[in-house]
């Protein structure tokens, strides 16, 4: 254990150190927004920031992974880097993933080290590659009426009423109803007070706001802040359908020695299917490798065994209504695995299993993963459990609801 934690301690202090954030920046507001709504699936697939996991510890091959991105280490050393204009520039550095680890026996004993690099070759989720998200949030009139209302109103406060003691109480009063009518999700239009309703349609008609005084006409009883984040959240369903599709190379070396164990490639595709209701979504997620791994059974090391493995299957997303991220999944998977050559003895050419992955978020940054796989032939089944880490080196705040 002690060789273990001389191994692992450098990672864990890499990750302390990178949990220490700094301020809010423009530029990142997007790509937050998208992080929070990834599912756990899909921060396996491809992390905005920074991955810890620890793999199937309850399985005889057991891992420690830690995977990042460059534009989240730029962002570390470099807050400029989330500013707008920088962070358009650099929307390259966020379509590729490094990560490195540590394999282990049974016993946590050392079993060599990995290393993998992946490539989003369509990634919209990002929102500057996509450009949905910024882009109809500018063109939404009620969310542009809406603004332009608040500051009508405030002006109307500043001319109406000057900043004396005579008028500090009147003031007061209409700012405190101005909070209500752009903040409070329960209060209907028409039960505000009456002078302050006709204020508001006054400064409406005078600011030419026509969406926003047929809203209230037609309906009374409309709650302002409700109807304001109507397209916002419109906009964030979308997102979790937006297609993911990534290739990576990784390998895996010797305990004893710097020389392959396996070198394996893979592409995988993750695309939100079907209508977005309110607390879930569904994803498909679509897999296939190709690993060239050493063969035990002859002298000497090589990689003249070929394995061909694919999967797909479909993840169901239990989603928080009120922050909208994910606390619970549930994955059912078919996969199919072909030995081209180097078959062991009775070892079959063909395997089909049936695969389930049931993870639930134990608190914001932390995921336990518990994986099935069901082997149809012979009625075996094993499970692996997981814990991973998703968390980025930003300092929290709300990313809207």
Known sequence: MRQLFKLIAPVILLIVTATYGYGQKSGVQGLLTADSLASGNFKDLLTSFFQLSFNNLTGPKKELNFASNPFA???????????????????????????FGLKLDSSYKFNGFSSSVKYALINNRDTTTSRLLFRELGNDSLSIEINALHDGLNKYIQDSFPNTPANFDKRKELVLLVNKLFTDTLVAFNKLDGNFQQIVKAVAVRSQLARFTSLITVSPAANIKRESEVNFRDLKNELKKKLLWTVSLSDTTFK????????????????GMGKVKAGSNTEMNLQAAVNFVDDTTSKGRDLKRAVLASEFGFNWVIRNKGNDQSYLELKFSGAYQHIFQTLYQNEKRNLFTLNGTFRVRVINDIWLPLEFKYDPATGNILGFLSVKFNFNTIGKFNTGK
């Open 73 to 99: 280490v730029l962002l570390k050393s470099n807050p400029s880097a989330a500013i707008d204009t920088n962070y358009i520039k650099y929307k390259q550095l966020r379509k590729i993933n490094f990560g």
């Open 256 to 271: 004893d020695q710097f020389f392959f164990s396996n070198i394996l490639l893979k592409t995988e595709l993750l695309k």
